[in-house]
């Protein structure tokens, strides 16, 4: 069913704040992966460990998610359908991302916070997922 060729101001309030999100998202993962050794000073004993250890699969998949949900969101920006399938590959990427951390012990090394926030990132990927679906229903994407 389709209605408005217009997206409204929701629309647009929420595609930027998820681009931002997402850019966010990128700039933490260039941190992480290209992180010097004075970085690495500033941290926890434990969390530089924990960095120092992260599977080439788990950082492989917070590049895809990151910068999949980077594209994704400008091309929900663009309205284009492309955001459905790049949204879709960033949970993806989220998801195995995310895995690590659940089979580690990533509340020991950050507290709460390392539940609290992988659980928060799932949930908002889902959302884009669904709200780029429901967005193409309404007729914004082409």
């Known amino acids: 069913m389709q209605e408005s060729k217009k997206p409204n101001v929701g629309f647009w309030v929420i595609s930027s704040i998820a681009l931002i999100w997402n850019l966010m998202g990128v700039i933490n993962y260039i941190a992480q992966a290209y992180m010097t050794e004075d970085m690495k000073a500033t941290i926890s004993a434990a969390q530089r460990e924990y960095i120092e250890n992260v599977p080439v699969w788990a950082t492989a998949a917070f590049a895809t998610a990151v910068f999949a949900g980077s594209f994704g969101c400008l091309s929900l920006l663009l309205r284009k359908k492309t955001a459905k399938l790049l949204l879709l590959i960033s949970l993806l990427g989220v998801v195995v991302q995310m895995s690590h951390g659940f089979m580690s012990d990533i509340e020991d090394v950050y507290g709460p916070g390392g539940i609290a926030m992988p659980i928060m990132i799932i949930g908002l990927s889902v959302f884009l997922v669904w709200y ?7 007729g914004w994407l082409s």
């Not at 780029?132 to 309404?138: E, G, I, Y």
Request: proline share 0%; glycine share 0%.
């Open 132 to 138: 780029s679906r429901f967005v193409d229903t309404k």
